[in-house]
């Protein structure tokens, strides 16, 4: 399959696939346990999804994709949970509907556990004898579930971001490192290699590899900080139209956008809602849960523009290297090639629409609509978040999303032509 880089090897008590599975299924449960059971079955707006459905949903992928084509006498763990808990996959049938996903009181949240451990029983037993295509379908299993860990902090700090009482998601207090000083890296330009060469894991998106031409241009060695961030607010930048992509303006018009999306304005001095809860704003920090218009307004105020996702992967040529920093905690700055924060602070909106590289053909059957369908009007982000898990940031991964949507760890670095 197009999607994943084949995982083979047999199968033992010390198998990598069947280690790997352990530790990602119950990462997922690490991150449900500061949640109440209400907690986990809000949704707070349609693009988000309650964290009880998110552990659902990811169990719903291998019971349908995994053990439904590939466990002898399969027999459902339960027949609704088939609707429940498809996402898109119009392949496979019937969706609940998307926006009403915070509805389903029912199955409670112990009985989506309960559903997990029996179909993680279930997984165990098929890698005693799973062949290679069934073990890189796990695999792929695995990688989306790990996205999904990252949408369940996105989606949890929404919601308690919308309670008066801002609690806090996790204890503590975030202490990150100053910014330090910015400086355009230039290059030269010229044909380059893009996407994914081959070696390990890649979602389908991320190919096929091809040639591409970048005039020459600078980018910025760090990230947007939170200071320069609100010099763009206090010099109005949120009332130029000037500055803004016209369906951005509209919509920041018609919301009454003035700051990022969890800013806060006490008695004249800002905060930032955080999974910490709501903590003066760290002016050092980068600037984070910006949209697409947003980011490309400030660009504009700023004398610069975003970058294009191929110049972003050309700066960086020497994939991140150590383990990733603990999720939830501020990056500490580092530099890498003459960069810092490619990796682990915030995604970064790039200028690039989502579209298919070319050659790009999804892979057969259901599992082919993982990426491809959603391949327009979508712009593209580079790197990975504080949120991200370990092992996905690669300088060839494309996240995308909508230029309106703000809950994402989203933020801001800066290019120009030369």
């Known amino acids: 399959m197009s999607a994943v880089a084949s995982v083979a090897g047999p199968a033992s008590d010390k198998d990598p696939l069947r280690v790997r599975y352990g530790a990602v299924r119950a990462r997922s449960l690490e991150l449900l346990a500061p949640l109440s059971a209400e907690d986990a079955c809000v949704q707070s707006m349609p693009d988000a999804s309650p964290a009880k459905w998110h552990l659902a949903h990811t169990t719903w992928f291998f019971e349908t994709f995994v053990l439904e084509r590939h466990a002898p006498q399969f027999q459902a763990h339960h027949a609704q949970f088939r609707v429940l808990f498809n996402s898109y996959y119009n392949g496979v049938g019937a969706q609940h509907p998307r926006a009403a996903r915070g509805l389903l009181t029912r199955p409670g949240l112990a009985e989506v556990i309960a559903y997990r451990d029996a179909v993680d029983t279930r997984i165990d037993r098929l890698l005693d004898s799973a062949a290679d295509d069934v073990r890189a379908l796990i695999r792929l299993g695995l990688e989306h579930e790990q996205q999904h860990q990252e949408l369940l902090l996105m989606d949890i700090k929404h919601l308690l971001g919308q309670n008066p009482l801002a609690p806090a998601y996790t204890s503590g207090t975030p202490h990150g490192s100053a910014a330090a000083a910015c400086v355009w890296r230039e290059h030269a330009g010229g044909a380059i290699e893009v996407g994914h060469a081959g070696d390990g894991f890649a979602f389908d998106n991320e190919g096929p590899r091809h040639r591409a031409w970048l005039t020459p241009y600078a980018l910025a060695s760090r990230l947007v900080s939170n200071r320069e961030y609100l010099a763009f607010v206090n010099a109005g930048g949120y009332g ?29 001095a800002w905060f930032e809602f955080t999974l910490h809860g709501l903590q003066a704003l760290d002016l050092d920090q980068p600037v984070c849960h910006v949209s697409h218009y947003e980011a490309d307004a400030y660009a504009q105020w700023a004398g610069a523009r975003l970058p294009t996702e191929f110049e972003w992967e050309a700066a960086a040529a020497t994939p991140p290297a150590g383990s990733m920093r603990s999720s939830l905690q501020p990056c500490a700055t580092r530099g890498g090639d003459g960069f810092d924060d490619l990796h682990d602070a915030v995604w970064q909106w790039t200028r690039s629409a989502y579209l298919p590289y070319p050659g790009f053909k999804p892979a057969p059957g259901a599992v082919g609509e993982y990426n491809g369908k959603f391949m327009s009007g979508q712009m593209v982000l580079r790197g990975s978040c504080c949120a991200t898990a370990a092992g996905h940031a690669r300088r060839t991964y ?10 994402a760890f989203s933020g801001v670095r800066l290019a120009r032509d030369l």
């Open 398 to 407: 494309r996240n995308f999303f909508y230029p309106h949507q703000r809950w």
């Open 240 to 268: 130029d139209a000037t500055l803004w992509l016209a369906d951005g303006w509209s919509l920041a018009q018609r919301e009454a956008w003035r700051a990022p999306l969890y800013w806060r304005e006490i008695d004249g």
